[in-house]
């Protein structure tokens, strides 16, 4: 069995390419990719180490494969589990909603018991609100992915997030680091 569930939704492949892109760094062996519209609860409980990819839609609104299962993902017990979100989102033409959709998801997930690793400085980045921010402002719940205004920047955050989320499971994995 793979050491990370990767569970993502994706409606126009964004989220699916990044999720894919993770997976090249920590290998096919290492981490099983699930696309959320065609799990059930019981995928989550293969796995201790979980990586979640969620992109939010115009006005902070959920994807809709993740909006059918949300009911699920609220029932799901975390407890136990180290878990990493990735959220995609664009800064400057949606900015008052940027990544809201990850942070939605990382308070129901906090409340049924998952440990949360992965938090990303908001250095970089140019918004005026989002969900997904920590209480001090300073961090997002997980890792911030701008396809849309800052797709050069992508492989690199994937590479520095990717090393502090193993760092962070307490994993002994190596990760490439790749320009892709």
């Known amino acids: 069995m793979s050491v990370i569930g990767l569970f993502f939704g994706s409606d126009e492949g964004n989220t699916e390419n990044v999720a894919q892109r993770i997976q090249q760094r920590l290998g096919d062996g290492v981490v099983e990719i699930h696309d959320i519209a ?6 989550f409980a293969d796995y201790d180490n979980i990586l979640l990819g969620i992109p939010t839609w ?38 008052d909603y940027f990544l809201d959709a990850m942070g939605m998801l990382h308070d129901v997930i906090l409340e049924n018991g998952a440990k949360i690793v992965g938090h990303w400085s908001v250095e ?12 001090d402002g300073k961090s997002f719940v997980g890792l911030a992915i701008d396809e849309d205004q800052q797709e050069e920047l992508t492989a690199q955050r994937l590479n520095v997030w990717c090393e502090q989320v193993v760092r962070e499971m307490g994993l002994d994995l190596s990760v490439d680091a790749l320009e892709d």
């Open 38 to 43: 065609d799990v059930t609860q019981l995928e």
């Open 58 to 95: 115009d006005f902070g609104q959920i994807q809709s494969d993740w909006e059918e299962f949300w009911d699920d993902i609220s029932a799901v017990d975390f407890t136990g589990k180290s878990v990493a979100l990735f959220g995609l989102g664009d800064q400057f033409g949606y900015g």
């Open 124 to 135: 970089g980045y140019e918004f005026d609100a989002s969900k997904a921010l920590t209480p």
